[in-house]
């Protein structure tokens, strides 16, 4: 079982899709820092994927310091930054994109859409 | 290095047909490279050529023109030494039906001195084949494991698949791309597919060759095919327009009032928009990614009515 959650869409690329689902995990709090992280084989055989894209997916977490790896255990969850702001803010930034364009092309002004989130926004804080 | 490396490859299937004198050419001139470490998926039309140009590589058959090489060595020149390090599976190949799975264990085993026999038994309990049974009795799949097995228990470097999911149900798929990556080695270990079942075939692999009349249409990485195409969706802004002249690339273009649709075969986010905006001022562009499946009858359709506008 992989500890982030991740449902593959055909027509995108495949590491990219598992990057961003990592990064959300890891800047969500599912994957806390030292936790390990499965190997290049593990993700290869979980996912049904390449294990070359395995192995550039973890090379590319590691190189933007979301994994660390050492030579006896394997890769981890590396140790939260300071840039966790902007990045989580970032990582919205399709969803936020789609949102926008489905907004436009319905008409909806700004404080529309604004309003609309709002309402959504409060009913989880809720629960 | 190139694992598999053809160059103007042809070669005949040999047919019952005394009217066509026996064999017909079926590969007139293929000329692909598999670098060593990837996953290379061969995807054609049924009667491209697909099994007749991995026949060709094996030395199932001789080349009519053209070479083959294959783990550096030519095609006729293949020997023991390669073999062991090759493991190749097609539905067509014969089983000995009377031997059980264990009789077909035993009997491969002795000619690769690199079998691992725990991979075997590894293999074995993952599969779920029943070791007394004979290979006549089992099913389909059970069968296409049995080849799968007996393959990959040699860790071959050089996997070979003709068709391998044909007529495979889910589970029996799932278990084989499992199989197949059990033995996956980072570097040393290279696939050769061809393959219809695309969904499979998106997620394995990193080339894709596709293979059109006896002939390769192109060869391209996933991830750059993936990229380039897009299917776009436009939402006019002032009513519905005429379709002017469109770009070459954009393919099947298709109008309803507003909403216009086309496939851009060459994608590239800002300057697919900019000609959007051109075509269509003021218009909500939206792009959407395809799956493998999407773009290969895309790709296939363009052949077909390009095939039948040389003819007419």
């Known amino acids: 079982m992989l500890p982030f959650m991740i449902e593959l869409k055909p027509g995108l690329a495949i590491a990219e899709q598992v990057i961003f689902a990592v990064k959300k995990a890891v800047v ?100 | 290095m190139n694992i598999i490396e053809t160059t103007g490859l042809a070669g005949n299937y040999w047919t019952t047909e005394f009217s066509q004198g026996w064999r017909t050419e079926v590969v007139h001139d293929v000329t692909l490279a598999v670098p060593a470490g990837s996953v290379f998926a061969l995807l054609g039309a049924n009667g491209a050529g697909k099994t007749t140009t991995i026949k060709l590589m094996m030395n199932l058959l001789a080349p009519t023109q053209g070479e083959a090489r294959v783990l550096g060595v030519d095609s006729r020149q293949l020997g023991p030494r390669e073999y062991s390090k090759i493991g190749y599976i097609s539905e067509n190949q014969k089983l000995p039906d009377w031997m059980s799975v264990r009789q077909l264990l035993d009997y491969c085993r002795p000619f690769y001195p690199t079998w691992d026999a725990a991979l075997e038994k590894k293999l074995l309990a993952q599969f779920d084949l029943p070791p007394a049974r004979k290979l006549k009795q089992l099913s389909r799949g059970m069968r296409m494991k049995a080849r799968l097995l007996s393959s990959l228990a040699y860790r071959p470097t050089l996997l070979v698949l003709d068709e391998p999911f044909s007529g495979l149900d889910p589970l029996v798929r799932d278990e084989f791309v499992r199989g197949v990556l059990e033995v996956s080695e980072l570097g040393d270990w290279s696939v050769f597919i061809s393959s219809h079942d695309i969904e499979e075939v998106e997620r394995l692999c990193d080339w894709i060759g596709v293979l059109d009349i006896g002939r390769m249409q192109f060869v391209e990485s996933t991830e750059s095919l993936l990229g380039r195409f897009r299917r776009i969706e436009i939402s006019l802004a002032g009513g519905a327009a005429r379709l002017g002249a469109l770009p070459q690339d954009w393919l099947e273009p298709e109008q309803q009032g507003e909403r216009v649709r086309f496939i851009a075969s060459r994608y590239e986010r800002d300057a697919t928009e900019r000609a959007c905006c051109e075509q269509f001022p003021a218009a909500a562009v939206q792009a959407f990614p395809m799956t493998l499946r999407e773009i290969y009858v895309v790709l296939a359709r363009a052949n077909r009515s390009k095939a039948k506008g040389a003819a007419a």
Request: proline share 5%; net charge positive.
């Open chain 1, 28 to 127: 969500g709090g599912q994957m806390k820092p030292g936790a390990p992280f499965p190997s290049v084989r593990a993700l290869s055989q979980e996912l049904k994927i390449n294990p070359n894209t395995a192995h550039k997916i973890t090379a590319a977490l590691v190189a933007e310091g979301v994994l660390v790896t050492t030579p006896a255990v394997g890769s981890l969850v590396a140790e939260r930054g300071e840039t966790d702001r902007k990045a989580r803010a970032e990582l919205l930034g399709a969803d936020l994109e789609r949102l926008a364009v489905d907004a436009k092309k319905l008409g909806l002004t700004l404080d529309e859409v604004q309003d609309g989130f709002a309402v959504q926004w409060r009913k989880l804080s809720r629960k």
